[in-house]
């Protein structure tokens, strides 16, 4: 009996991470693909098919159009596949292209035009990153933003912070040029910002007070006991009920201010990414599949609000990633397009061909170097 219950308790578990780390991909994949598929078909581009997930089908539909809509059985993604594609990474299928009749051809996306080409592959990570300015907007219209301020009452002897003459009492105004409204933001900044030399201003009665500091690389643990690297300044807030006040938005404060936030994780994620070649940051703290899983697991436990909050944080990586310049991803075709433009013909097929190999070569290799980095986590934590 106790070998049923701990068996039942284990499955309860693994789908407790399953469901929302599923409603989360599904959510940013469709969007992503709903990009690519609105503007090819606007542009006149035969689908084949639209598919969330990979590998065999589980179920799906035929629209008046004749795509095949489906669900496939491994939620790593999705794909658009166009008339002209190989595959689902939309490697031109070049043996089919010269057999195609006159009026077949001209739904297939590699009979374009270069601009046309180059709208249908960007509308992709353009879905992404208007998706989440969408849902950050929302957010702020609906439930506003807690404000408290952002008062030191605390500093850690021998801290960055004590060695840059950080005082208790002092209030943060802004952090390298940015506002800083409330103590979230400085943590936000500090977090991503670790060995980086800072520009603080602060309030100090009454005046205000320019302070240098470099936040230090320290491991913490967040409130899920997950470990990881990040800047830390040594700096602390008491926070109180009366000194928080939730800050409404309209329309469009609202949506800016979704437009700040995913710039805000463009640059900072990119700034990460540059530090890492740099050597200022490790690569152990990337993240691949079993990380979203269990991420999405524990903030379901906060509520739908936080969950669909980090489909928003989530569907701006994804939009950013497929911008990197890696033939396969949909930046390696912008890539391959810029190349087009400037030579006048496309790349030989051999050339694209080659492209497309090394291309999955270094997806692959990512997604196992991420997949790594999951295991080791999650074995170090226990």
Known sequence: MDILNSAFSAGFGLL???????FVLMIVVFFHELGHFLVGRWCGVTIKTFSIGFGSELFGFHDKHGTRWKISMIPLGGYVKFLGDENAASTPDFDALQQMDEEESKGALQNKPLWARAAIVAAGPFANFLLSIVIFAMMLLLYGKPITPARIDSVVPGSAAEEAGFQVGDVMLSVDGAKIETFSDVQSVVALSSNETLEVVVDRGGQ????????????????????????????????????????????VEAMWGGVEETYFIVKHTLGYIARIFVGKEDADQLGGPIRVAQVSGQVA????????NLSAMLSVSIGLINLFPIPMLDGGHLVFYAIEAV????????????GFRIGMALVFSLMIFATFNDITRIFLSN
């Open 343 to 354: 030579r006048g013909r496309p790349l030989s097929e051999k050339s694209q061909e080659l």
């Open 208 to 251: 205000e007070v320019t302070l240098m500091t470099t936040p230090r690389r320290t491991e913490v643990t967040d409130q899920f006991g997950n470990k990881q690297k990040i800047g830390v300044l040594g700096i602390r807030h008491e926070a109180k009920p009366e000194d928080v006040v939730r800050k409404r938005f309209g329309p």
């Open 16 to 22: 407790s991470y399953v469901i929302p780390a599923l």
């Open 301 to 308: 436990t906060l509520g739908i609000v936080a969950l669909v």
